[in-house]
């Protein structure tokens, strides 16, 4: 729900009905806003799927929008007339009849064993698993057909425009460097964007910075473009332009951290989401329910604070979940704490576990890793480098998420001789 009505609404439609939206912001935050937590359905058992990260890393909010099939919700923004429908159910979005696969198969169905041998059953119950492990049919309207990638040259290429793909590109930029950042996302900010207002404090001064070297023309920011991979020395960018392959004099892997991840039973039903992701719904003036929960597992909780200080009303505990209970929403969570088990009520759930760093462009770098109980972490040589002209910052190599920690990272790089 919504802490105040939007300042700029516009109408967008989910499966013909209509929910009211502020422009701009990401389609999936309005569906949670209007309480449409479930959003997508698992491929295979069609078990209820709701945004779990809200930065792309998830298939929770995966919908059928303006007639293109397999959009992240969280990576469109909203504008009047947006058509969001739900894909991959036989029903509607609420009851999806193809739902009777779990409950048939509770132990797990392999559709390339049952009936096997039994002449034209398989070739029957073979089509019928390509119909429930469906994705979605095929974009209302065709492309205009296949386009080549364009090759091009850059002086300076950064991934990532959070804290630290910010710092290091303007570093550069000071330096007399031509500098492109390339960012997935609608907006610049990072994990900033989880932030309210009155943490952003430290923060500010890059911000604002960042936002006059893009006015002024001293960097290039690519948003909503996807740096997909790396070859040798080429980058592989995907964006609205297409597709293209990059390779430039310096790169510099800004890719950050994914949410913290605890497996437990119920941790995909809608409703469970990262407490980063919470803290983002939030900036943006909205909450995941009425009775929030906030599970702190480990020792840092630095987004649970976040949102508890900006929403008292939310429960705050430490501990281990184990269970989450609901079904097209969550109900209940059992915790273990210190003190013992726990059952706590809850229409959402966050998690605030240790983040994982995002190594995996760093190793196609040919960087190295370290394996931590959080996941990996990239190591690099002193200055942060992977290997000659190729560098990691930030969230990814250990960085504290600390403006002067930043700062002296990017300033190593940018120091980097030639």
Same mark, same amino acid.
């Given at each position: 729900?919504? *802490? ?48 779990? +990260?809200?930065?792309?890393? +998830?298939?929770? +909010? ?22 969001? %429908? ?20 509770? %132990? ?57 793909? &910010? ?27 989880? *932030? ?15 936002? %006059? ?31 293209? $392959?990059?390779? +430039?004099?310096?790169? $510099? ?19 469970? &989401? ?60 059992? $915790? ?18 240790? &983040?994982?760093?995002?190594? %995996? ?58």
């Amino acid at each position: 729900m919504r *802490l105040a009505p939007p300042r700029d609404p516009v109408t967008i439609e989910l499966d013909g009905h209509p929910i009211v939206a502020e422009r701009g912001e990401p389609v999936a935050f309005a569906l949670v806003a209007s309480g449409n937590l479930t959003v997508a359905r698992s491929p295979k058992f069609h078990r209820p799927r709701g945004p779990s +990260c809200l930065r792309a890393a +998830c298939d929770g +909010c995966l919908a059928r929008v303006d007639g293109v099939p397999n959009v992240m919700t969280c990576r469109v923004p909203a504008v009047e007339g947006t058509r969001v %429908e739900t894909q991959n159910v036989l029903g509607s979005r609420e009851t999806d009849l193809l739902r009777m696969t779990d409950w048939f198969f509770p %132990e797990g169905l392999n559709h390339n064993e049952v009936f096997a041998g039994v002449p034209g059953a398989q070739r029957v119950l073979q089509g019928l698993a390509r119909r429930v492990a469906g994705l979605g049919r095929l974009p209302d309207a065709s492309d205009d057909g296949a386009r080549p990638a364009r090759r091009r040259e850059l002086d300076a290429l950064v991934v990532g425009a959070g804290p630290a793909g &910010m710092a290091t590109a303007l570093e550069l930029a000071a330096r007399g460097r031509q500098v492109e950042v390339v960012e997935d996302d609608l907006d610049f900010g990072g994990c900033l964007k989880a *932030l309210p207002p009155d943490d952003l404090g430290p923060w500010r001064p890059l911000l604002d910075a960042f936002a %006059e070297a893009i006015r002024g023309r001293a960097l290039t920011v690519r948003l909503r473009s996807t740096a997909a991979g790396i070859y040798g020395d080429d980058v592989l960018v995907a964006g609205l332009e297409g597709v293209e $392959v990059v390779t +430039c004099r310096t790169l $510099v892997l800004a890719t950050g951290a994914h949410d913290g991840a605890i497996a437990f039973e119920g941790n995909d039903i809608p409703g469970v &989401m990262s407490a980063r992701a919470g803290c983002r719904l939030l900036s943006r003036g909205v909450v995941p329910g009425e009775r929030v929960v906030i599970v702190v597992a480990g020792s840092e909780g630095s987004f649970a604070g976040v949102y508890a200080r900006a929403q008292p009303t939310a429960t705050v505990v430490t501990g281990v979940p184990t269970r989450a209970l609901g079904g097209t929403r969550v109900r209940h969570v059992d $915790v273990e704490t210190p003190e013992g088990p726990k059952r706590l009520r809850c229409d959402a759930l966050l998690i605030d576990a240790p &983040m994982a760093p995002a190594y %995996e462009l760093c190793c196609q770098a040919g960087a190295e890793v370290t394996h931590l109980p959080r996941g990996y972490l990239v190591r690099t040589r002193a200055g942060g480098v992977i290997r000659e002209r190729v560098f990691a910052v930030g969230e990814v190599v250990g960085t504290r998420l600390d403006p002067p920690a930043i700062h002296r990272a990017a300033t190593e790089i940018a120091n980097h001789p030639e």
